[in-house]
């Protein structure tokens, strides 16, 4: 995680309580990676009509824990996910990490923060079809850094890119464009371009629900071993029960609320 980057962002030092990191002349705080959310409301609108998903979600994930997420469709599972990661903001309620809130920060700082705290892997992969798996899995990184910064640090970069993609079991598959690649192999580089910024916290929908089952279970197998080896964080989002009770504890989404949680089998 780029440290420096971190300190540019205004407060994030001063809201986070996180343990504290000395980069060069600055004292950075980087997250742990312990997220809630208070009171969680969301409701889109259809025309005048309100359409309410979330009313009222509390969940609370340790640093270090692995949560999966259940519920129906339809039942706010990719809602609450986004607004747990800042690609949304609720109506009502607040989401916190690390204790501090982060959900009423300016823009540009949950920008930043969901570049530099969040990896995310989503529903349907969105890899980009121009690009290979290399160049897919660089792009958050071109993203944070400037077209310069990123030219200048291009073969580092690209060695802790091929690090990654290694780590999920593509060495092979560098150059292959997503139209290239199997289910499984497109939700391994899905999860290689979100550890791409060494995420505190991963945020996984649906990861194995377009697999078969032995694919599936080899990218739980990974995620398992992420949270294990790595001490990721990690909130999972699945249909799957044999799936989610893997992780640490279950939590059951109903009608927009938490219907249940329990711990894992
Ligand atoms: N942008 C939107 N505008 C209007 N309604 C939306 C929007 N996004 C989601 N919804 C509605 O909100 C509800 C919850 O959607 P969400 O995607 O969170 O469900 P989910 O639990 O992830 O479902 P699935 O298991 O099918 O992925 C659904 O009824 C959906 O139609
Ligand atoms: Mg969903």
Redesign the pocket.
Known sequence: MSQSQLADTPNVGTRLGAAAVTDAQQTVKLPKGQISTVAIEKS???GDHK?P?LRGVEIAVNQGEFVSIV??????????L?LIGLLDTPDVGEILLDGDRIDDLPAKTRDQLRNHVFGFIF?FYHLLPELSLLENVLTPLMIRHSLWSFWKQRRELREQAHEIIAKVGLGHRLKHKPSELSGGELQRAAIARALITRPAVLLA??PTGNLDSDTGREILDLLISLNEHDRLTIVM?T?DDSIARQAHRVVR?KEGRIEAVGRAA
């Open positions: 889109y609108f259809k359409i998903v519920g129906q469709s339809g039942s706010g599972k990719s809602t609450l986004h529903q929908d649906e989002v249909h989404l």
